[in-house]
């Protein structure tokens, strides 16, 4: 008898759920406080201060780049100079340097490649007192200005960042809340290069790599094959395209190269998605759950006993 495969859901029941998670996504956006972002902006706010007030209005900026990189407050803030702001990881591109802490103390020299490297892109609609032609200390209201749209534009980084951690760990916890519900057992992380080192039936661990990508959970079947699970939240609807259309589709079609119909793709979502995106990744080779409605899955997993 063929192994059994998750159902195939028509339009008309994608969009009650996908309704449903756009309903829940907006309740939760709502509920959510603004001392958070008061908070985050606060300490953004000293941040900025303190680096215009070491550097005197960024005009003695080589002369501080050693302390400035140093302290990781200031090194954020540092990145937040730049218009539009430069992550991390494209700064140790920018500047072809490490951002570990250790080096940088080791070699000042490192330090001012970063801070120049920032300056080169400086926002002077913030910063309009430090031009090319003209490098002077700010005036009051400059000076307050530019503090605070920095902290405004870190502030909300940070909380969206949070957002979107706090919802991808929260959504993983259900699902294995669920499992664990069916008498799933719990066991390590590990690496699984070949399917004899997954979870075994009734077994899931948390994120592991599954051939060459990795899971947010790998769960044992029943009959004896393998699930892979990608939690999605997605804000909007253009950006499910990145979460599930790209991500999650992607690593179901090489979890298919490298192990064929042994492993069972599977997205389990929550927020704001476009039906005709879902269909397309169902048309692609990924089965899809949703975060309200786990029963739908712990229910599937069950018939694959027989």
């Not at 490649?113 to 009051?140: C, Q, Y």
């Not at 009959?223 to 395209?241: F, H, P, Q, W, Y």
């Not at 190269?257 to 048309?283: C, E, H, I, K, R």
Request: proline share 4%; charged share 30%.
């Amino acid at each position: 008898m063929p192994s059994k495969l998750p159902q195939i859901w028509t339009a008309e029941q994608l969009e009650v759920d996908r309704l449903r998670a756009r309903g829940l996504f907006r309740e939760e956006r709502m509920r959510e406080p603004l001392e958070e972002y008061l908070e985050r902006f606060e300490e953004a706010q000293d941040a900025f201060e303190t680096l215009l007030e070491t550097t005197v209005d960024l005009t003695q900026m080589a002369d501080k780049a050693a302390d400035i990189v140093a302290d990781p407050k200031l090194l954020e803030a540092l990145r937040y100079l730049a218009g539009p702001p430069v992550s991390a990881d494209d700064l140790r591109v920018l500047a072809d340097t490490t951002l570990a802490r250790t080096q940088l103390l080791a070699h000042p020299d490192v330090a001012l490649k970063i801070v120049d490297t920032i300056m080169i892109g400086l926002d002077r609609r913030r910063f309009p007192w430090f031009t090319p032609n003209e490098k002077r200390e700010a005036s009051h209201t400059e000076r307050e200005s530019a503090v605070l749209s920095s902290a405004a534009l870190l502030a909300s980084q940070r909380v969206a960042t949070m957002r979107r951690n706090a919802s991808k760990t929260a959504q993983e916890q259900k699902v294995k809340d669920a499992l664990s519900a069916v008498r799933f057992e719990l066991v390590r992380a590990r690496r699984i290069d070949h399917l004899s080192k997954a979870p075994q039936p009734g077994q899931f661990c948390s994120e592991s790599r599954l051939g060459s990508k990795k899971a947010d959970i790998v769960a044992g079947l029943w009959d004896l094959r393998t699930m892979g699970i990608e939690c999605k939240v997605s804000n909007s609807a253009v950006n499910s395209i990145k979460r599930l259309n790209h991500d999650a589709v992607a690593k179901a079609k090489i979890w298919h190269d490298d192990f064929g119909n042994q492993v069972v793709p599977v997205a389990v979502l929550s927020g704001v998605y476009d039906l005709a995106n879902l269909q397309l990744a169902q048309s692609s080779g990924i089965f899809l759950f949703w975060a309200h409605d786990l029963e739908k899955l712990t229910n599937w997993i069950d018939t694959t006993r027989s």
